[in-house]
C-alpha cells in the first residue's frame, strides 16, 4: 500500500481519483490528511469534521479484494473491517446500516465506496475529536500508522465477506431504533430484513448501501 500524507486538502477521495487518473501503473494507494475542507458525505452532503481529525482513502483493484465481496456492500465491509480493529483497541464503536460509526447514539464518522471501471475507492472519515453536539468522537486514542497499517493487511489478506457479515448481522440489531433517508423520504429501520448480501429489505424494495 503507497501511503501519501498530505496537510490539508479538499477531499482525499476527489484527490485520489485525481490521482489515479495520472499515472501509468496503478497500485494500492492511500490518501491520508488530518484536515479535509470539502470531503464527499452521504447523498452529497459534506463531511469536512475540524483539523486533528482522521480522514483517508484508498483504492484497489477488485481482483485484489476477497472474491466473495458484493461490491455493492463495500462500504459495509470495509467500515466493519476497521470497527473490529477499534473494538480490539477497546473501543465500543458499532457500524449502523449500511456504513456510519457510531458511539451510543451519536454518529462519529462514516464511509462512502464508488467504483470506477476495475478500481474500488473507499473515503473515511472519523471523528477522533469533537465536532459539535450533534456529533461524537471515538473513545480511545489510537496510533493512526499502526491502525491503518493493521487495517490493510487485513484488506490484503483477504479476510471474507463470510466471515464479517456472520458478525454485522447481530450487530444490525442495534440499527433497528433509527431511521434512514432512501428516496429522500425517512424510513424507520425497525423491521427491515438484512440480506445475506449486505442489502436490506424494506417497504417491499431491496436497499443496498445508500452512498
Known amino acids: 500500500m503507497k501511503i501519501i500524507k498530505l496537510k490539508e486538502v479538499d477531499s482525499t477521495h476527489t484527490y485520489l481519483k485525481e490521482y489515479i487518473k495520472n499515472i501509468n501503473n496503478f497500485e494500492p494507494t492511500c490518501i491520508i490528511t488530518n484536515f479535509q475542507t470539502n470531503g464527499v458525505g452521504s447523498r452529497g452532503n459534506s463531511w469536512s469534521g475540524v483539523e486533528g481529525n482522521l480522514f483517508f482513502s484508498f483504492a484497489f483493484e477488485k481482483e ?27 473501543s465500543k464503536v458499532w457500524i449502523k446500516w449500511p456504513n456510519d460509526f457510531y458511539i451510543d447514539n451519536k454518529k462519529i464518522g462514516g464511509t462512502i465506496t464508488t467504483i470506477s471501471n476495475n478500481i474500488v475507492l473507499c473515503g473515511i472519515g472519523l471523528n477522533l ?65 438484512l440480506n445475506s448480501d449486505g442489502s436490506i429489505n424494506i417497504d417491499k424494495k431491496k436497499v443496498f448501501s445508500l452512498r
Do not use: M
Open 129 to 193: 475529536k469533537l465536532v459539535n453536539n450533534e456529533f461524537g468522537k471515538l473513545d480511545i486514542n489510537i496510533d493512526i500508522d499502526k491502525t491503518l497499517g493493521e487495517y490493510f493487511n487485513n484488506i490484503e489478506n483477504k479476510i471474507s465477506w463470510k466471515q464479517i457479515f456472520s458478525d454485522f448481522k447481530v450487530e444490525f440489531q442495534n440499527s433497528r431504533k433509527f431511521h434512514v433517508t432512501i428516496n429522500n423520504k425517512k424510513k424507520s429501520l425497525e423491521k427491515a430484513i
Open 64 to 90: 485484489q479484494l476477497t472474491n466473495d465481496l458484493p461490491l455493492q456492500s463495500c462500504s459495509i465491509y470495509f467500515s466493519y473491517l476497521l470497527k473490529s480493529i477499534l473494538k480490539n483497541k477497546g
